[in-house]
């Protein structure tokens, strides 16, 4: 198995990183570099036709991509430590709390980074800039959502860590790499930061 990753601040690549330490799998680890574009190389693209990282390709050369799709065939290889819940009950709540991130959160911060972020402005052919600058008022009232409910339980699917912890841990760094901070008002979501930050699978 090889697991194509690109180092942070690239958010998805550290979902993997983050979930395979939790559990405690060693992942030999191949770097795509973004800036000198191999993720649109052929070789990558035989990969992921959508030309993103991360990727895993399988010792029979399949390759699986798409962050939470790659947790989920490690975490059915290795059930230990559940990162997906266990109860019915768990599993939807944690996918609840993972959709609501990615569409909710990840979805208008991916938009100013591709329409306003100066990083990105040599790369996207046709940018909308007042899109992408509408999107950050979005982003922080989901941020505001997630405080909501982290006043209620010490991890956002409940009083167990798991995957859902890990997609918003990634998105809220990437957004504030990107210049949407967590507002200081926010004083749940900042708790649930500093505790979330602190395990050591915050720095794989
Ligand atoms: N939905 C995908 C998103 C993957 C993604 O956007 N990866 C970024 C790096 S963090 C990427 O490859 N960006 C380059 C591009 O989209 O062209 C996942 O969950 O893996």
């Known amino acids: 198995m090889i ?26 680890m191949q770097t795509v570099s973004l800036v000198a574009r191999e993720h649109k190389s052929a070789e990558h693209l035989a990969r992921n036709p959508l ?7 399988l010792d029979d ?3 699986i991509s798409e962050t939470v ?6 975490e ?12 019915p009950f768990e599993i939807a709540v944690i996918e609840m709390w993972i959709r609501r991130t990615e569409f909710a959160l990840g979805s208008p911060v991916r938009a100013y980074w591709v329409n306003v972020h100066p ?26 959502v997630f405080d909501a409910a ?5 991890f956002i699917a409940g009083e167990t860590f798991s995957m859902a912890d890990i997609v918003l ?28 930050s602190a395990r050591p699978s915050a720095s794989a």
Not at 7 to 18: D, G
Not at 51 to 57: N, R
Not at 119 to 130: I, L, M
Not at 191 to 196: G, L, M, S, T
């Open 119 to 144: 990083y990105t402005a040599k790369v996207v052919p046709e940018r909308f800039e007042d899109f992408g600058k509408a999107a950050v008022p979005q982003a922080l009232a989901a941020m505001g």
């Open 51 to 57: 030309g993103q990282v991360p990727v895993l390709v």
């Open 150 to 154: 982290l006043a209620e339980a010490r």
């Open 69 to 74: 799709a790659i947790c989920r065939y490690l």
């Open 169 to 196: 841990l990634s998105t809220l760094d990437f957004a504030n790499f990107i210049g949407i901070a967590i507002p200081d008002g926010l004083t749940n979501l900042r708790r649930w930061h500093a505790e979330v």
């Open 61 to 63: 050369g399949t390759a």
């Open 3 to 28: 697991f194509y990753d690109t180092p942070s601040p690239a958010p998805n690549p550290r979902r993997v990183r983050m979930f395979a330490a939790e559990k405690g799998i060693d992942l030999p």
């Open 76 to 87: 059915a290889l290795h059930p230990a430590q559940p990162l997906f819940g266990e109860t």
